[in-house]
């Protein structure tokens, strides 16, 4: 050390932050010697791993670490010297000035160290002048907390006395003073009651007891095993902090049940169980309860409304905004009663969505097998998977539910919404249909009504009244076929324009039983001879119990199923009346009409079909009977060719008749009496 060093004005102490490569680095005050530098890295005091350069100098030195600290540490340099003088100065010996001096700079260090310490001290106002600066004894401040009293002295306060509640006052006119404890009474935090929300720890206990202190309870956070049913009975709110607090068990239990009314819960994650949230009116009615911004997970059924088995503890008015229903393995929503009590009623459902999101769902989206009066579901999304038996579904006990902008999706034929035999006057306005399965798969006779309602059952209104309608620029759904053979046709279209062109076709309807009240336009568009057959599919008995024949171009017939069997409603090829004629000579067939009776009591006369490859004759079957007692023959010929099996046909008594029909290449008799 140099026989004198200078003790600046330096704070005795310096804070670097290490980026990960520098090892050296400079501390600004002088030491004496290298032990009396201190060396922290993130507070923690370093004993090693360094070496220390220009102990002595007055500017200064600095450290070398072997090793350079990590990025982001905090590196701590401060003078840290011992108090104490162990030399001391020999009676009439030397008295040297670089003595004195060095003496002298101890002193200032130390002081130096001392201001340095102080500086991090609680202390009066130096401008203060306290009654006392000595603390109350020991037996006196045991348990207790440090306070001022209204002097500003120091006191031993009660933890739970009001000293240790400072006062809360609210911002805003009118606001009053409270304490902080009666503020922080206002809703508790299942953490004050010992949860743990690390998924391993059972949280039920700080749940039940929770709940049991407080009508609003906060769940931070975390995520919290329970065992067994948390249960809310009225006017109580339980809210999450979104979708990272989530409750969850491992037990086929029901997560979460509502028993009472005016319950709240919010922005809350279910996961597991056989029910995630269960409503059923425990000591009363279960109503006006409020779910909102909640996802419930992996359950067996994530909602259930249970109308139970008492009348006076209904399942009414519970409202669902925002709430996700992921991955349910039997159904998302499910509204029922398990006893005689009353059906879930008037339960709305807003934005809400049912989504499989790959899990295997057995049973529905949205389930109401039982539910009266006005159950809705509004901007609701019901999205399953090919496993279920249907995105929506109205059971036999459901009446009056209402659906409003419906999204349903599926595929493997899945149908979007199947109504069950016994619902009664479902709603369905602005379906989209997105499942490969029927829009509306209907077995409860017609019993709802349908506006923009997917297809095949776009805007089927039943017990509406319209007055003064004007429809513009109407149009309908239209399939185009140019195929041979045999075809069947599907519910997705009401008109089909059919080409023959390739070859004979036959068209066969779908089952009767497949498509009550649907009613189907089949029409030959082409020039060709080859013969539209209009059937029916899976054995049925075909329209009128018969099939039905279009050969000519623009020929068609229109057919409705009454969910038993197809009739004919219209057709070019059934005028439907018969026509007579009394003459002589020749009467050429017009084939306006099906059946011809002819009187030749005036003379011979000759019936004669259109040449066979006419438009109007490719198809036609025509019955010509001779009416008149006389002996004058009434001979059927054709035009231009020969006549119907190639030869003329001569009826020559009373009521003798024939029957003929065209191929397109010539006339056959395919009938003859007697």
Known sequence: MVSHIKIPDVPPIVRLIANGIQTNFEFPFPIFASEDLAVYINGALQVSGFDVAGAGATGGGHIIFDTAPLNGQIITLERRMPFERLTDFIEGGDFAASAINTELDFVVAGLQQLEQDQAGMIRFNPHENPVTHIMPDRAIRAGKALGFDGDGNMVAVPLNGTMAQPNFTASGTGAVTRTSGDKLQEHVSVKDFGA??????????AFQRALAASKYVFVPAGTYRVISTIALTSGQSLIGAGDASEIRTTLPITLIQIGGSYNHIAN???????????FAGISGPCVNNSIVDLSTWQAQTGILLDGGTDTNRPVYWNNFARVLVAQPFVNGIHL???????????NRFTQCRVYSLGATTSGHGVYVEEGSFNNSFTDFEANVNSTAQACVRCGFGSNKTIFVNLYTESHGGVPNVRLDAG??????????????GSAIWDFSGGQYTAFNAGYPYKNKLQKSIC??????????????????????LDLSHSIHLVSSFGGALTVNLPHAS????????IKKIDSSKNIITVAEAGGGSGPDRTSYYLGGENDFVMVMSNGAEWFVISSNR????????????????????????????GGALNARLPPANSKKAVGRQITIKKTDVSSNAVTVTVQGGSGPDQYNQPLTAQFQSITVVSDGGQWFVIGRYP
């Open 268 to 278: 809350l994650k279910l996961f597991g169980g056989n029910v995630g949230l269960k």
């Open 423 to 436: 619902s009664i006057e479902t709603a369905i306005y602005n379906l989209l249909s997105a499942s490969d």
């Open 196 to 205: 743990v929300g690390n998924g391993i720890a059972d949280d039920t206990l």
């Open 514 to 521: 497949t498509a009550s009240g649907v009613m189907m336009v």
């Open 467 to 488: 007055n003064d309608l004007t429809a513009t620029l109407q149009r309908y759904d239209t399939e185009y076929i140019d195929s041979s053979g045999t075809i069947t």
């Open 574 to 601: 059934s005028p439907g009346n018969t026509r007579f004629y009394d003459g002589a000579g020749t009467y050429d067939i017009d084939m306006a009409v099906d059946v011809y009776l002819l009187s030749s009591f």
């Open 336 to 346: 029922k009663r398990s006893g005689a009590g009353d059906t879930p009623n008037a």
